[in-house]
Structure formats: structure tokens, C-alpha cells
């Protein structure tokens, strides 16, 4: 199911979901409210690019990602 057809369920009252805070963020709707779920675990973030040979580029780009995964909140 599309996130956008999901997403409709929801505003007219016949579904409910769990999803990411990117969620929340790419798809405002009216209709629908987003709630932390604040004793929820966390989830997994995974970088994705060509296998056959990474730039130096990404490879910048992916240290970076991590070091922004890893810093505790206000720590920049």
C-alpha cells in the first residue's frame, strides 16, 4: 500500500498506523495527527548507494551521516 492511499484511510477515520518521525515531516495532512511515542525503541537508519565502487564522496558523506546518528542531542 502507498503511503498516500494509507495515509487517506486514516484522515477519514478507517485506519490507524505506527510509522517514522519522516513520516510526520514529508506527509502533513489534514485530517491526521502524528503523536510521539515516547517509550517506543528506536529504529534503524540506513544510508543507501551503489555497490559497485562508492565515491570518495559518499564516502564522506556516509562518515558524516553516522557521526549525525551518533552525537548526543546539543552535543554539535
Do not use: H, N
Not at 477519514?12 to 510521539?36: C, D, F, H, N
Not at 562518515?63 to 546539543?74: D, I, K, M, S
Amino acid at each position: 500500500m502507498r503511503v498516500d492511499d494509507w495515509l487517506t484511510l486514516i484522515s477519514t477515520g478507517i485506519a490507524m498506523g505506527m510509522s517514522s518521525e519522516a513520516t510526520a515531516t514529508q506527509y502533513p495532512r489534514p485530517g491526521v495527527v502524528y503523536k510521539t511515542v515516547r517509550d517506543a525503541p528506536p529504529i534503524s537508519v540506513f544510508l543507501a548507494f551503489w555497490k559497485d565502487g562508492p565515491s570518495r564522496l559518499i564516502a564522506d558523506f556516509a562518515r558524516l551521516a553516522r557521526q549525525a546518528f551518533t552525537e548526543t542531542p546539543g552535543q554539535a
